[in-house]
């Protein structure tokens, strides 16, 4: 059964701390996204990997950091410099090639206290 | 003025009802436009795929792109309330994989 996977589903954290939020794929995808979605704001993107090993910031990376190294694998570390953190996180992903749609996976709820 | 226009919404509609939901944009180099599905608390469905013009149609759900208008709509027939969620669209340029979403417009159908 293909699919994304996040964990965990909701995620608390206090001010200060990093916490790292996994994705994982087993389509065998070579792209991998991360989004922030706050209410009214739509999707904004984080970081996003075209292959392994490498990745390339979005729109909003500041106080986020990823890592690519494993295919199936991009998480994504929010760093206590993220100044407003508590938000949806969504992860996905894209099949290689001319193909432009993206698969979202369910999502990761972090609040931060 | 943002690149990809969408009313929040909501929207409400009865049972039965045709939906119209709608995103503009201002880019012209906008080639591929998809929409997705959004539930509550959950990540977004693709639902429809279109490139460039034209429609498509996948059951009760036709996707129309009117690049001339910078103009593009999903028609839900015969909504149900399991319709009722958030419909995002999103577009790319040709070449470029990173899509330009839209802030999504929340449908309600009421039984």
């Known amino acids: 059964d293909g699919g994304i996977t996040q964990s965990p589903k909701y995620l608390f954290r206090k001010e200060g701390q990093n916490v790292t939020l996994s994705c994982e794929q087993n389509l065998n995808h070579d792209a991998m996204y991360w989004y922030r979605q706050d209410p009214g704001q739509g999707l904004r993107l984080i970081y996003y990997?075209?292959?392994?090993?490498?990745?390339q910031k979005g729109d909003i990376a500041e106080g986020y950091s990823v890592s690519r190294e494993k295919k199936e694998s991009f998480p994504l570390t929010v760093t206590s410099a993220q100044k407003n953190p508590t938000a949806f996180y969504l992860c996905?992903?894209?099949?290689?090639?001319?193909?432009?749609?993206?698969?979202f996976g369910p999502g990761t709820r972090l609040t931060v206290t | 003025q943002k690149e990809v226009e969408q009313d929040p919404g909501p929207l409400s509609v009865p049972e039965g009802a045709i939906v119209s939901l709608n995103c503009t944009y201002s880019n012209s180099a906008f080639q591929y436009f998809m929409w997705y599905r959004q539930y509550s608390r959950k990540g977004p469905e693709l639902l429809m795929y279109t490139y460039s013009s034209g429609n498509k149609e996948d059951g009760r759900f036709t996707a129309q792109v009117d690049k001339s208008s910078k103009y593009i709509s999903l028609f839900i027939r015969d909504s149900q309330p399991s319709d009722s969620a958030t419909y995002l669209c999103?577009?790319?340029?040709?070449?470029?994989?990173?899509?330009?979403f839209g802030r999504g417009t929340s449908l309600i159908v009421h039984p």
């Open positions: 996905a992903s894209r099949v290689k090639g001319s193909s432009y749609e993206q698969y």
């Open positions: 999103a577009m790319s340029e040709g070449g470029s994989y990173i899509p330009t």
């Open positions: 990997s075209q292959i392994v090993n490498d990745f």
